[in-house]
């Protein structure tokens, strides 16, 4: 089993940009005006889940 | 699609850039990925009111509310007011961000500029190695938008910076995650910005309640990121709402979410691209207010644009006026203000009431971060002071040198 990766509740998301602007990977970009991770760039850095005011990203573990 | 100039963001910074750069002469296309200029808000909507003086926009309708004056509460609940009374200067004002912004949007496409909605960037166009615009998706469509000139004005999030080579990744501890509500029927009804600080109430940051009108205010949060939880903005001005009783018949009619950059300035010129606002991190660091340097910057920026067009000369050279002009504008100030943050950062919630206590009766001429700290020094613990000439001595240095 691989490290849980970033996900995006898109419901939840208020699309702030703040997750992007700290992802140290690039890895995080709008897509249908909401926040996307692209869980190959991911590295499970959590700075992102931490970062969300409204707690709309979380770890996930990809199959 | 060929234009002189492509600026990615309808925020204040590229409206502002694209309306300068327009009555120089330029052909300007501003691409905007949401659709409608500013929409939904991001912002606590507070503006100082400096900005008279520039008639950079016009109307009274994006006004919600012309301030008396602000607040500084400390942990224990000591205050701090700056009233313009006392003062004898202006404040500031509440606004109507998505009337500001659209005001702004319609003085920019009356000097010229052309504006494309429900259009998100998705990369640089380069020759070699040389810029020579973006490439975008306007609703399912891939299109590229050829131009001598890129210009980023997307935000704290800037990916225009990332593609064009200058590195805005923000370090967690130099962005403030916010959230807002706008609350009715709430019990207040002065004209003061209220601000509480405290490690508890909000860690690295503060809660604001900004009137807007009778009876309906922004209540807002923003806390340091690197001290940050996932959802404990949200949880803590939850907790802030619950509590207080002028809240306690309240009802929210927007919920919003934020990010602002409290970092020191990126480069903000390469060859054919420059980055502008947000994007540039012309934010206030102690404040987090950047709609100020958005207009000021955005002048400066557009300015320079037109005569670059004038010239041909899309060149770092050319272009780096722009740097050298708003580093004189306001560069110094937040760089000075991100060290204040810093050694904010150090400091507990003892030694803020300690602060708030000596400053209680103090009467301000001057309501600004610039006021506020020139008096928050002179009644600094000796032990604070030296904690910070030991551990900043290099930039505080730097700083006194200019």
């Known amino acids: 089993m691989g490290k849980p990766k970033a996900n995006v509740d898109k419901k939840k998301c208020l699309a702030c940009g703040g997750c992007i ?9 709008w897509i249908g005006n909401k926040a996307e991770v692209n869980s190959e760039k991911c590295i499970s850095c959590a700075i992102c889940i931490r970062t969300c005011p409204v707690g709309a990203i979380s770890g996930e573990v990809l199959a | 699609m060929k234009y002189d100039v492509v600026i990615v963001g309808s925020g204040p910074a590229g409206s502002v850039t694209a309306r300068f750069a327009s009555e120089g002469g330029a052909k300007v296309l501003v691409i905007e990925r949401r659709a409608e200029v500013g929409v939904p808000v991001l912002c606590g909507e507070g503006i100082s009111r400096k900005i008279d003086a520039w008639k950079i926009i016009e109307g009274k309708r994006w006004i919600a509310g012309k301030m008396d004056g602000a607040r500084i509460y400390s942990p224990d609940k000591t205050c701090v007011t700056l009233s313009a009374e006392q003062a004898g200067n202006e404040t500031g004002y509440v606004v109507y961000r998505d009337i500001f912004d659209q005001e702004l949007a319609r ?24 810029i020579k615009g ?6 399912d469509e891939e299109i590229e938008i050829q131009a001598d000139i890129v210009v980023g004005a997307d935000g ?4 225009i910076g990332q593609w064009g080579g200058i590195n805005t990744r923000l370090d967690p501890k130099d962005l403030e995650t916010c959230a807002q509500y706008t609350l009715t029927n709430i019990d207040v009804n002065d004209a003061y910005c209220d601000f509480y600080l405290g490690k508890e109430i909000a860690p690295g940051g503060y809660i604001w309640v900004f009137p807007k009108g009778k009876n309906v205010a922004n209540v807002g949060i923003g806390i340091l990121a690197s001290l940050s939880e996932a959802g404990m903005a949200k949880k803590l001005l939850d907790d802030f709402i619950a509590k207080d009783p002028r809240m306690k018949n309240s009802s929210p009619i927007r919920f919003i979410a934020g990010a602002v950059p409290v970092a020191n300035p990126v480069e903000t010129v390469r060859n054919n691209l420059i980055l502008i606002g947000d994007a540039a991190r012309h934010v206030d660091p102690i404040t987090g207010g950047g709609l100020t340097h958005c207009l000021e910057g955005g002048k400066i920026a557009g300015e320079v644009l037109a005569k670059a ?20 504008a306001f560069g110094q100030k937040i760089k000075r203000n991100y060290l204040v943050k810093e050694l904010m950062l150090d400091m507990d ?12 009766d103090v009467k301000f001429d001057e309501i600004s971060t610039h006021g506020l700290v020139k008096e928050v020094a002179k009644h600094l613990p000796i032990s604070t002071k030296l904690n910070a000439l030991i551990k900043h001595r290099k930039e505080i240095k730097e700083i006194k040198k200019k």
């Open chain 2, 349 to 360: 919630d003892k030694t803020f009431n300690k602060l708030a206590n000596a400053l209680k």
């Open chain 1, 21 to 29: 602007s700290v992802c140290p990977q690039d890895a995080i970009s």
């Open chain 2, 107 to 130: 003085s920019a496409i009356k000097a010229g500029a052309t504006f494309m909605m429900n259009t998100q960037a998705t990369g640089i166009i380069k020759d070699a190695d040389k």
């Open chain 2, 156 to 159: 704290v999030e800037s990916k």
């Open chain 2, 309 to 328: 067009v004038k010239a041909k000369d899309f060149s770092q050279d050319f272009l780096s006026e722009y740097e050298t002009r708003w580093k004189e």
């Open chain 2, 134 to 139: 973006v490439r975008a998706k306007r609703f």
